[in-house]
């Protein structure tokens, strides 16, 4: 076969010859390109994961142009080209399947990351281990694309000789100038450090719940350098990786997602607590945002006008207990209104006679 082609390219003018080569890449290229974009157009509709439809979307842009310059690369000895013109052509397209290679590499990776997505979903109650995985491959991911991005450029330079010998001189001056990059760059390098700490210690993790700031919200992205905080009113806070380190903040998941919840109520002393707690477990009987582990009602404070009635629950979640809580307080409320509105927090006043002025006696009778 490399017989007849060599024949076949003695008989065609050098640059038909060098087109013929180029466009065969090119054309290479092109079906590859059809075949990837007409299975995209299957997979389009399907919601449910397939390893392969993942495979597709992520690495088929990145093969659109590596298997042409591969292709090309291979086919460019069978070029017609003088010795001049062919070095600076055959480091060309070596460059350029360098970068083509790394972009495929990067789009490998980002597979991986959909099949661990996948596995460890966070749409479950219990979802302590799949935040633990997602943060560490998040930081892991953008290590390894920093990596692969310094190594692809030190390699493309060193295919460049003069480049190659201005490296050696400047090795002399490493030492110098590392120390002058470390003073410059020690709060980078902090944050960064930070980060790594953040992602192995996990003090916090993707989807965790946080006060920080006085803002409650969930961990929406961790990055090399700051963290974001999506804030129940979808405003977003953003914060530097290592505030995290350095500074105190409420986790509300960082053992389970399970949360105690307390209601307050003020009522009059003549509540009577039994058709209280009658009520009370009534309304937790109805509701499934409560997760049956815990359900208290106890007074815990008195004052000279009103006792303090404190209602104690569990949920599954932060979400859950905010309604949860919601729900008991207006239903409480609403059934001391219709059903012991006497006992409704109220001053109260004693008439001593016609003639006399009235006095207000904390806790006398209501009049």
């Not at 633990?132 to 290590?143: E, G, V, Y």
């Not at 002399?172 to 003073?183: A, D, E, K, L, S």
Request: proline share 4%; net charge positive; hydrophobic share 50%.
């Amino acid at each position: 076969m490399k017989e007849v082609l060599e024949n076949w390219s003695e008989t065609i003018p050098p640059w038909i010859w060098n087109l013929i080569v180029t466009l065969s890449a090119v054309v290479i290229g092109l079906i590859i390109k059809l075949i990837i974009r007409a299975i995209l157009i299957f997979y389009r509709n399907r919601n449910d994961y397939s390893l392969f439809k993942s495979i597709i979307t992520n690495v088929g842009r990145p093969l659109n142009h590596f298997v042409p310059l591969l292709v090309l690369n291979l086919m460019l000895p069978m070029m017609e080209l003088s010795k001049k013109l062919y070095v600076p052509v055959s480091r060309a397209v070596e460059i350029a399947l360098i970068i083509s290679f790394a972009s495929l590499l990067v789009s490998a990776i980002k597979v991986f990351e959909d099949y661990t997505y996948h596995v460890y979903d966070l749409n479950k109650a219990d979802n302590l281990k799949e935040r633990k995985i997602r943060t560490q491959l998040q930081f892991i991911r953008r290590i390894v694309v920093t990596v692969i991005v310094l190594i692809t450029i030190a390699v493309v330079l060193l295919s460049f000789d003069n480049v190659r010998k201005i490296g050696a001189g400047l090795l002399t001056g490493v030492g110098i100038g590392g120390i002058i990059i470390g003073f410059a760059a020690q709060r980078s390098l902090a944050n960064f450090l930070a980060g790594f700490q953040i992602a192995f210690t996990q003090p916090i993790r993707i989807d965790d719940v946080l006060v920080v700031e006085g803002e409650w919200g969930r961990v929406e992205d961790i990055t090399l350098t700051y963290v974001v905080l999506n804030i129940w009113d979808q405003r977003r806070l953003i914060l530097p990786i290592n505030y995290f380190i350095e500074k105190p903040f409420q986790n509300w998941t960082r053992v389970s997602s399970e949360l105690l919840g307390t209601v307050i109520l003020y009522l009059d002393y003549n509540m009577q607590m039994d058709k209280l707690r009658e009520e009370f477990d009534r309304l937790l009987g109805n509701t499934p945002l409560w997760d049956k582990r815990v359900k208290v009602i106890q007074v815990t404070d008195a004052t000279e006008k009103t006792i303090q009635v404190r209602v104690l629950v569990s949920a599954l979640n932060s979400s859950h207990m905010f309604d949860l809580r919601c729900y008991l307080r207006e239903n409480l409320i609403k059934y001391i209104q219709e059903n012991h509105p006497e006992s409704l927090p109220a001053n109260r006043s004693v008439l001593v006679n016609a003639s006399a002025e009235v006095k207000e006696i904390p806790g006398a009778g209501r009049v």
